[in-house]
């Protein structure tokens, strides 16, 4: 039996949970950025978690068990790359990732190429080797949610809340050098760890050569003229999610909107800048 699977994380089904909703941090989207990846990700033995893990809100992407339940399939005893540079997401789905890469019977090698936060730092301890850029960072805190429910209800799922940061407590201590109470220390603290203590601390086994990293150019582009960037604009701002919300719902649906007639459909690249920063500047006034 594959000796991983003894530390997969033990976790309620989604359908016995329909009351609590993941929550991906505005402070941990405004730090992302999605451009960073890997230098040779194409190969069909490598995993690119390079968005958020679940389906995204605004765009239904994102990368989910079922997708890496489908590549790890085609590769069944072959050795898979992990390819991480995300915000992070869904408890639930970053759970069934890890678990499925535990699972696998061929060498898990984990690459951190930009951010591995939240779920995606749950996903990243799943490697037989793990390798972080100097620049990357883990981030690794208590599980967050949005439980819906009165006071009984409330304390129930607080208590389940409680098992999951047991679960990652002891896959965090597992991976690292450090013991149960250091790293429930961090996780309280919601803490960043940079590419030299991610290595120094155990949580990475060494760090990646500079020539195995890129910033994608194409992605660069359309993510900076995207909805998603005029979120991360407004999380910045100091704007709320319901906020943001009404904001891009007018952006995209308001006819004759003034900036909507600013930002128009195939806008080179300069003007969605230009139009961009006038909004962050107007936000911040």
């Known amino acids: 039996m594959n000796k991983r699977i003894k530390n997969q994380i033990q976790a309620k089904a989604r359908n016995d949970m329909q009351d609590i909703r993941s929550y991906l941090s505005d402070d941990i989207l405004a730090r992302w950025e999605p451009d960073v990846c890997a230098a040779d990700s194409d190969d069909e033995a490598s995993i690119n978690i390079y968005d958020v893990v679940g389906e995204d809100y605004w765009t239904g992407q994102g990368m989910t068990g079922k997708v890496v339940s489908s590549i790890l399939r085609k590769n069944k005893g072959k050795a898979v790359t992990v390819n991480i540079n995300s915000p992070g997401g869904d408890f639930f789905e970053g759970v069934a990732i890890y678990n499925l890469l535990k699972e696998h019977d061929g060498d898990v090698n984990i690459r951190i190429v930009g951010m591995a936060a939240s779920a995606a730092s749950v996903i990243a301890m799943a490697g037989d080797n793990i390798k972080i850029a100097e620049s990357a960072f883990l981030m690794i805190h208590n599980a967050w949610g949005i439980v819906i429910g009165n006071k009984h209800e409330m304390n129930e799922r607080a208590e389940v809340l409680a098992g999951f940061d047991k679960s990652m407590v002891g896959v965090y201590t597992k991976a690292s050098t450090l013991d149960e109470d250091e790293v429930i220390e961090m996780m309280d603290g919601e803490t960043w760890i940079n590419g ?32 998603k960037e005029v979120d991360v604009i407004l999380a910045k701002a100091g704007k709320t999610r319901s906020e943001r919300r009404h904001i891009l719902k007018d952006l995209t649906s308001t006819p004759g909107a003034a900036v909507k007639e600013e930002i128009k459909p195939g806008a080179d690249q300069n003007d969605w800048s230009d139009a961009l920063a006038s909004l962050n500047k107007n936000l911040k006034s």
């Not at 500079?210 to 900076?224: G, H, I, R, T, W």
């Open 196 to 227: 030299a203590d991610a290595v120094e601390m155990g949580f990475c086994t060494q760090f990646l050569d500079s020539d195995e990293l890129e910033v994608d150019e194409d992605k660069k582009a359309k993510y900076n003229s995207s909805l």
